[in-house]
Nanobody, 124 residues
Framework: QVQLVESGGGLVQAGGSLRLSCAAS????????MGWFRQAPGKEREFVAAISYSGRSTYYADSVKGRFTISRENAKNTVYLQMNSLKSEDTAVYYC?????????????????WGQGTQVTVSS
């Protein structure tokens, strides 16, 4: 069993920054690719960013490319999402997810474990 816990969400003004963290309880964290997804009210869960097990490969949704950065510290069993130049349309619940494999994926169905989410609200 793998447990993921997100933190760092909150209220921020448009144009501001926020950093989300995801802490994993598993001892095989370094072998998992990780991803961030988000879901706004009335909308389906959508891909935000993903990173391979080693951190050598990253992928971003077009809507966040150039503004968000995904990174990981395997020694701390933690993945991060640095969010800059935030917009009101970034408002959503953000979820951390883990794959039982090393390669990054952008599809929701490719992930095996999910956190409970953290709320990000951007005021305009």
């Amino acid at each position: 069993q793998v447990q993921l816990v997100e933190s760092g969400g909150g209220l921020v003004q448009a144009g501001g920054s926020l950093r989300l963290s995801c802490a994993a309880s598993g001892r095989t964290f370094s072998s998992y690719a990780m991803g961030w997804f988000r879901q706004a009210p009335g909308k389906e869960r959508e891909f935000v960013a993903a990173i391979s097990y080693s951190g050598r490969s990253t992928y971003y949704a077009d809507s966040v490319k150039g503004r968000f950065t995904i990174s990981r510290e395997n020694a701390k069993n933690t993945v991060y999402l640095q969010m800059n130049s935030l917009k009101s349309e970034d408002t959503a619940v953000y979820y951390c997810a883990a794959r039982g494999g090393p390669r990054a994926r952008v599809e929701v169905q490719e992930y095996d474990y999910w956190g409970q989410g953290t709320q990000v609200t951007v005021s305009s």
